[in-house]
T-cell receptor, first 114, second 113 residues
Framework: SAVISQKPSRDICQRGTSLTIQCQVD?????MFWYRQQPGQSLTLIAT?????????ESGFVIDKFPISRPNLTFSTLTVSNMSPEDSSIYLC???????????FGSGTRLTVV | GQQLNQSPQSMFIQEGEDVSMNCTSS?????WLWYKQEPGEGPVLLIA?????ELTSNGRLTAQFGITRKDSFLNISASIPSDVGIYFC?????????????FGTGTRLKVLA
């Protein structure tokens, strides 16, 4: 299955600033997915990133807050903009698996906003 | 967003004991997945299920796709300390015209040696 590298692995940021998270896949994939995992919670899909088109956002998530880039078939970025403490979460990118199905996940970015 | 109900929420068990957890939904799914997440890592796929009634094993893990397509079960036999982690179910169904995976609320497993 695909190997995903996600950077940074963790960061502590000041409120009001922005952080860009990078996700690199070792193979070409059509869709990349960005998830948020709030402390002690499950995974919630933020958006689906397709190469060459605008990302598709889930209910409750907007492009101004979480702009996404997908410049090619192996790379995507998620920016968390104008951060507040409520944005403290683990952010995970994932791709559709080429094996038995399901998603392969990166190791996540643990964001703390102070 | 929508989530699947997973139980139990957490459990402490003794090493060597068997563990059971389940996931239920009000919606029908065409795929059920079970993941394990360890601290500082992303979830790792354990088992994938594709049709109602399917029973699949992966070592000491066995999962079943419920007949109603609205639930799934995961069993771990003879638990060991490295089974510690958070187990998530995920169901794939059609939402607003597209297929998506929805994740369960998680079961936190702690194994006492």
């Amino acid at each position: 299955s695909a190997v995903i590298s996600q950077k940074p692995s963790r960061d502590i940021c000041q409120r009001g600033t922005s952080l860009t998270i990078q996700c690199q896949v070792d193979s070409q994939v059509t869709m990349m997915f960005w998830y948020r995992q709030q402390p002690g919670q499950s995974l919630t899909l933020i958006a689906t990133a397709n190469q060459g088109s605008e990302a598709t956002y889930e209910s409750g998530f907007v492009i101004d807050k979480f702009p996404i880039s997908r410049p090619n078939l192996t790379f995507s970025t998620l920016t968390v903009s104008n951060m507040s403490p409520e944005d403290s979460s683990i952010y995970l990118c994932s791709v559709e698996g080429d094996g038995p199905g399901g998603y392969t996940f990166g190791s996540g970015t643990r964001l703390t906003v102070v | 967003g929508q989530q699947l109900n997973q139980s139990p929420q957490s459990m402490f068990i003794q090493e060597g004991e068997d563990v059971s957890m389940n996931c239920t939904s009000s919606s029908i799914f065409n795929t059920w997945l079970w993941y394990k997440q360890e601290p500082g890592e992303g979830p790792v796929l354990l088992i994938a299920l594709y049709k109602a009634g399917e029973l699949t094993s992966n070592g000491r893990l066995t999962a079943q796709f419920g007949i109603t397509r609205k639930d799934s079960f995961l069993n771990i036999s003879a638990s060991i300390p490295s089974d510690v982690g958070i187990y998530f179910c995920a169901g794939r169904g059609r939402t607003s015209g597209t297929y998506k995976y929805i994740f369960g609320t998680g079961t936190r497993l702690k194994v006492l040696a």
